[in-house]
């Protein structure tokens, strides 16, 4: 089979990747390899939108249906990457089909980790594809007891629009507070606040103890405080874990080659923003320009109606001011370090994230020139 | 009133979402938006509203004043 670029991966940072090589004037073969059903489309909405129902699967697409092959993209769909001959520069398909390449970009993303012994249970899901929101979707009717375990923001966001549409939502977590590296512990604290008053039972700094099954279903779940948990339906949202078993080496060493590119989650993209940028990269590279530099990247969420945007990482420790009313839903937050502003929140105020953004982004490149130095 | 959106094409991530809500005002097709047309003013702002990385700038044309972000 042809040559040219081989992006092995069908997510947003394939997607961004094939039409940046497109629009740059690339005139070569360009072939998606992707494990799934699908061209490439949008995973933030399959948690809210497309779970409440309001979207559907042809709704979430990145681009037209017709697009790829205007663009003579080819879409290899259904058939996931599963070995590597860096020599013969072949990637080989879990079918066994072997595709060469010239460039090849890594972007096989993640999929969501799983609960031990919960797989064998039919109402056990995971959320991570189309296939698996459009599943989740089938299963929540009103009065339904789903437990969901994890409160990242996929939890926190299942949670939410599971409560919408009618079900009894109990939300439990590991930690004492959830989303850790995104949250200062007071906004987390907040955010907890919110899914309660919206009727959201959150249990936090308790694990699962023991699972209590009858044949394929799972029926409660045994809290490691004690407590038993009875449920219809379950979503496992404990985080993801990185699509590389199939390389033969390890990503860091490959992408040392100069034809062998990363992005997406492989690559430690782990947001939207992060991840479209990365694909773009690896195109500009492929290109020979010049990569554009790695922007001061967000992450936004929409709960109960309510819509959070986040920049920056906080700590434990770090200092926090808000500025309008935690209780109407409506403020903003600057987390700062020793004084620099280092993360905020913009909740029901997106009007303040360009301010926000340029005021951690300075700091920010200030330390890395620093760092540099 | 008359509303005129532009792009911030530093903050613009290329998510879509002005597309979704204006079609006729907004394009995605390169690496950022692009502003194609007009709408009516609650549409511009609805469609500045929703997106995700606050890169739609609204200005009135009337005034000149900036009225959102």
Same mark, same amino acid.
């Given at each position: 089979?042809?040559?040219?670029?081989?992006?092995?991966?069908?997510?947003?940072?394939?997607?961004?990747?094939?039409?940046?090589?497109?629009?740059?004037?690339?005139?070569?073969?360009?072939?998606?390899?992707?494990?799934?059903?699908?061209?490439?489309?949008?995973?933030?909405?399959?948690?809210?939108?497309?779970?409440?129902?309001?979207?559907?699967?042809?709704?979430?697409?990145?681009?037209?249906?017709?697009?790829?092959?205007?663009?003579?993209?080819?879409?290899?769909?259904?058939?996931?990457?599963?070995?590597?001959?860096?020599?013969?520069?072949?990637?080989?398909?879990?079918?066994?089909?072997?595709?060469?390449?010239?460039?090849?970009?890594?972007?096989?993303?993640?999929?969501?980790?799983?609960?031990?012994?919960?797989?064998?249970?039919?109402?056990?899901?995971?959320?991570?594809?189309?296939?698996?929101?459009?599943?989740?979707?089938?299963?929540?009717?009103?009065?339904?007891?789903?437990?969901?375990?994890?409160?990242?923001?996929?939890?926190?966001?299942?949670?939410?629009?599971?409560?919408?549409?009618?079900?009894?939502?109990?939300?439990?977590?590991?930690?004492?507070?959830?989303?850790?590296?995104?949250?200062?512990?007071?906004?987390?604290?907040?955010?907890?606040?919110?899914?309660?008053?919206?009727?959201?039972?959150?249990?936090?700094?308790?694990?699962?103890?023991?699972?209590?099954?009858?044949?394929?279903?799972?029926?409660?779940?045994?809290?490691?405080?004690?407590?038993?948990?009875?449920?219809?339906?379950?979503?496992?949202?404990?985080?993801?874990?990185?699509?590389?078993?199939?390389?033969?080496?390890?990503?860091?060493?490959?992408?040392?080659?100069?034809?062998?590119?990363?992005?997406?989650?492989?690559?430690?993209?782990?947001?939207?923003?992060?991840?479209?940028?990365?694909?773009?990269?690896?195109?500009?590279?492929?290109?020979?320009?010049?990569?554009?530099?790695?922007?001061?990247?967000?992450?936004?969420?929409?709960?109960?109606?309510?819509?959070?945007?986040?920049?920056?990482?906080?700590?434990?420790?770090?200092?926090?001011?808000?500025?309008?009313?935690?209780?109407?839903?409506?403020?903003?937050?600057?987390?700062?370090?020793?004084?620099?502003?280092?993360?905020?929140?913009?909740?029901?105020?997106?009007?303040?994230?360009?301010?926000?953004?340029?005021?951690?982004?300075?700091?920010?490149?200030?330390?890395?020139?620093?760092?540099?130095? | 009133?008359?509303?005129?959106?532009?792009? /911030?094409?530093?903050?613009? +991530? !290329?998510?879509?979402? *002005?597309?979704? &809500? %204006?079609?006729? @005002?907004?394009?995605?097709?390169?690496?950022?938006?692009?502003?194609?047309?007009?709408?009516? /003013?609650?549409?511009?702002? +609805? !469609?500045?509203?929703? *997106?995700?990385? &606050? %890169?739609?700038? @609204?200005?009135?044309?009337?005034?000149?004043?900036?009225?959102?972000?």
């Amino acid at each position: 089979m042809s040559a040219g670029v081989v992006i092995a991966g069908g997510g947003l940072s394939a997607q961004r990747c094939a039409e940046t090589l497109r629009q740059g004037g690339f005139a070569g073969p360009i072939t998606i390899v992707s494990s799934e059903a699908h061209a490439p489309y949008d995973r933030p909405p399959l948690s809210k939108a497309l779970l409440a129902g309001t979207k559907n699967a042809g709704d979430v697409a990145l681009r037209p249906a017709d697009w790829h092959a205007d663009q003579e993209i080819e879409l290899l769909l259904g058939d996931a990457a599963g070995g590597l001959d860096v020599e013969r520069r072949k990637l080989i398909l879990e079918s066994g089909a072997e595709i060469g390449y010239e460039h090849l970009v890594i972007a096989t993303g993640s999929r969501a980790r799983e609960l031990p012994g919960g797989s064998r249970y039919e109402n056990v899901h995971t959320l991570r594809t189309l296939d698996d929101a459009l599943r989740l979707r089938d299963v929540l009717e009103p009065g339904k007891r789903l437990v969901v375990l994890g409160a990242g923001l996929i939890g926190q966001e299942v949670a939410a629009t599971a409560k919408g549409r009618g079900a009894d939502v109990t939300l439990i977590e590991a930690e004492a507070l959830p989303l850790a590296r995104a949250l200062h512990p007071e906004l987390a604290q907040w955010l907890v606040d919110l899914q309660r008053e919206e009727g959201v039972e959150v249990k936090l700094g308790v694990r699962v103890a023991e699972l209590i099954g009858e044949g394929d279903r799972l029926q409660a779940l045994i809290l490691d405080d004690g407590s038993r948990v009875e449920l219809d339906e379950m979503l496992v949202a404990i985080g993801v874990t990185a699509n590389s078993e199939w390389l033969p080496q390890p990503i860091e060493v490959l992408t040392e080659r100069p034809e062998i590119y990363s992005a997406g989650d492989v690559a430690g993209g782990d947001h939207w923003e992060l991840a479209a940028h990365q694909g773009k990269a690896a195109a500009h590279e492929i290109l020979g320009q010049e990569p554009a530099p790695v922007p001061f990247t967000g992450w936004w969420s929409d709960v109960h109606g309510v819509r959070m945007q986040g920049l920056g990482q906080p700590a434990a420790g770090d200092q926090i001011v808000f500025e309008g009313s935690r209780d109407e839903r409506d403020f903003h937050a600057l987390v700062s370090r020793d004084g620099v502003p280092v993360a905020a929140l913009a909740v029901g105020q997106p009007r303040e994230i360009p301010r926000l953004r340029k005021l951690i982004a300075e700091h920010s490149s200030t330390e890395q020139t620093k760092e540099a130095e | 009133m008359t509303l005129v959106p532009t792009i /911030d094409e530093v903050a613009c +991530a !290329a998510h879509g979402d *002005c597309v979704e &809500v %204006a079609p006729q @005002v907004f394009l995605l097709s390169g690496q950022v938006a692009e502003v194609i047309g007009t709408g009516p /003013d609650d549409l511009i702002l +609805a !469609a500045a509203e929703a *997106c995700p990385s &606050v %890169a739609i700038v @609204v200005t009135d044309s009337a005034t000149g004043d900036q009225v959102y972000p």
